[in-house]
């Protein structure tokens, strides 16, 4: 059987290269190749035998008889005296050595050859040939952050070690040079937990024996960890400040447990390299490289570093032991506490000051390649920058909660999309569809900011396909708010799912920005209709709707009484207006100043009372008059001009009415601010007799 090895410091460091070029060989001042064009791999070998592995960057346009590429080798590191040319494809150099003697050293280095005369090099790498073989074990109880790896060695010399090298990049030379885990000492045959891993994550492994001129790797295999749910009453404390801690380090189940170690931007816990542009350049609070977002679909966060100052500020610190573990317990202004283990933290392959020293990274960036963090020990505690690489704790606090909206599952339509007789399509709410006239959600419970889910049951699929059907069908959302915008139309792969018959599947989206009310709210099935002999007998349940609840506060503000004056809108002879305040309406000479209005992006609800509809209406008058918003703040951006089904009510004489709007951004001041009342005006006998009061406004409150 085959097996692998590479040069062992090779785990440890990054590579390393060398050129020659002839004095006497006249060459283009850009040429194609550089000093670190030229890289030397690892070998897979046998015990008479070396496949040798290489990589060259830059001859992709050149003509094959332009150059020559292989490897050089020989028995001594300083007298490589002989060479092999090898076959380059797609950039990797490959060539076999042969009739090599069992438990012989080889020292190798890839070149490429340009025109015969200039060479470029890589570094000088080492190989043994053995009869040592590495079999890789599957992942076994894969959990959210965990799973149990290992490998079985055979024939391998004594004093050799063992263990697994992990990565998250599925690339033969990554994997080999990524995050060394190792075994107890002289386990042959081992199996080990590999902790701090990151949820809804694949990940690629493989054994290794160490035999201490060169290593053996294992077969390559896969995992993915299973996403994670977050316990919003046990899982987070509230120590009184402003934002919810998590009670465990990610990656930890207990609170003395160390849990992972994340260099900054490193969404998999296992990264290892110091070459910085893995890692983050820019703040990564709720972005794709936040490791706690991306663990807990948002719920939980990185803190910032004014989050980790206020909670070392505003927390009594006492330096305790628990379960055997020492670290800081914090106590919050409220008598909740929370406990952070002195993990330490880990550089490339080695974690040092474990049970001395607490590293704890934040999403904030300090300046190039360098994050903010925290530290702290038994005598002091400090902010400090940290390499980016340097891999640290993480503490996370509460992020985006979610709610949940009711689903009236009698009224969901499974029908046509746009009548293609070709795609099925699963209408939660559609104003151009079936669900206009009788939605089976309240529109106005329809608010999210960033993320929605749909989780739903569908049946009637098995035994009810055409022959020759597809048999597999991709689902996916789409979405587009009561002002079109945000929108969502699919095209994300993570974010659909696959039907592949009768089942409960989910489906998500992500918006930029804010999203109130709906438009168009659908789960498209791809190709689904065409496939099914009788359409009838598909049958859909939502099972769940989940919307980001992380909004500001909703606020109650101050409404001048002189505010509520009713007129005619813009002289039409039509339409009602009530106008809290109009700088081209009557309401502009009255004095009232909302100038000091401000609140953030969300949705603004409006309350009011109206008298004098009842018994003042002409004859053959409606009964019925559509009603909403018009704001625009002091800029005339964000502004809402209604048009939406969300957030609108019907007036049908004297009472208590709700009207929303929602604004995509930050607003301050107002230029209008007006109830619309379409088509009033023009069915009053007495347009005197209308009278205003009770108007009470909420806003989401200013977000720092």
Known sequence: MKSKIFLYLSLFAGLAFTACNDDDVTVNTTPILDAQSVVTGSADVTATTAILHGTVAGLENSSPSSYTVGFNYGTEEANLNQNINGSLVDGVITAELTGLADGTTIYYQAFAKLQGRVVFTGAVKSLVTTDAVVLTKDAAEIGNFSAILGATVTDAPAGSTYGIVISPFNDEEEIRAGLIVPAAAGAADFALTMKGLVPTRTYYYAGYADL?????????????????????????????????????????????????????????????????????????????????????????????????????????????????????????????????????????????????????????????????????????????????????????????????????????????????????????????????????????????????????????????????????????????????????????????????????????????????GAVVWCVEVLGLWKDLVDTEKVKVTIEAVNLDAKDAPIVEIPVDAKSGVFCNKDGDGVNGRIEIYNEFGETKNLGIDYSWLAFSAGTMTVEFDIEGVDGNLVENASGSYKTELSFADADWDPSYWGGAVAGATQVTGNGHYTVQAHLGGYCEGAVVWTIELYDLWKDLVDTSKIKVSGIKVYVPSVVE
Do not use: H
């Open 212 to 516: 201490g001129s060169g290593v053996i790797y294992g077969e390559v295999k896969s995992f993915t960890t299973p996403a994670y749910e977050v316990d919003f009453e046990n899982d987070l404390v509230d120590l009184g400040l402003s934002v919810k801690w998590a009670k465990y380090n990610l990656g930890a189940t207990t609170e003395s447990e160390f849990g992972g170690y994340y260099g900054f931007g490193d969404v998999s816990g296992v990264l290892n390299t110091t070459i910085t542009k893995y890692y983050g350049m820019a703040d990564l609070y709720d972005t794709e490289l936040d490791v706690a977002a991306v663990a807990s679909d948002s719920k939980l966060l990185l803190p910032s570093a004014e989050q980790f100052r206020e909670l070392f500020t505003n927390c009594s610190k006492e330096w305790i032991v628990v379960d055997g573990v020492a670290g800081y317990k914090l106590t919050g202004p409220n008598g909740n506490s929370i406990f952070l283990p002195a993990a330490g933290s880990r550089t490339v392959n080695d974690v040092t000051e474990s049970g001395a020293m607490g590293y704890y990274q934040t999403g904030s960036l300090a300046s190039d390649k360098y994050s903010v963090a925290y530290n702290f020990s038994t005598s002091n505690n400090s902010r400090i920058n940290a390499p980016v690489y340097q891999a640290l704790s993480v503490r996370p606090v509460a992020g985006r909660s979610f709610r949940k909206v009711t689903v009236d599952n009698s009224k969901i339509k499974f029908v046509n999309k746009d009548g293609d007789g070709v795609n099925g399509r699963i209408e939660i709410y559609n104003e151009f569809g079936e669900t206009k006239d009788d939605s089976p959600v309240n529109l106005n419970d329809v608010f999210f900011s960033r993320n929605m889910s749909v989780t739903f049951k569908i049946e009637g699929i098995n035994e009810n396909l055409v022959e020759g059907a597809d048999g597999s069908y991709k689902a996916e959302l789409s979405f587009a708010d009561a002002d079109w915008d945000p929108s969502y139309w699919g095209g994300v792969a993570q974010w659909a799912d696959i039907i592949n018959g009768d089942g409960t599947y989910t489906v998500s989206c992500q918006i930029d920005g804010s999203a109130n």
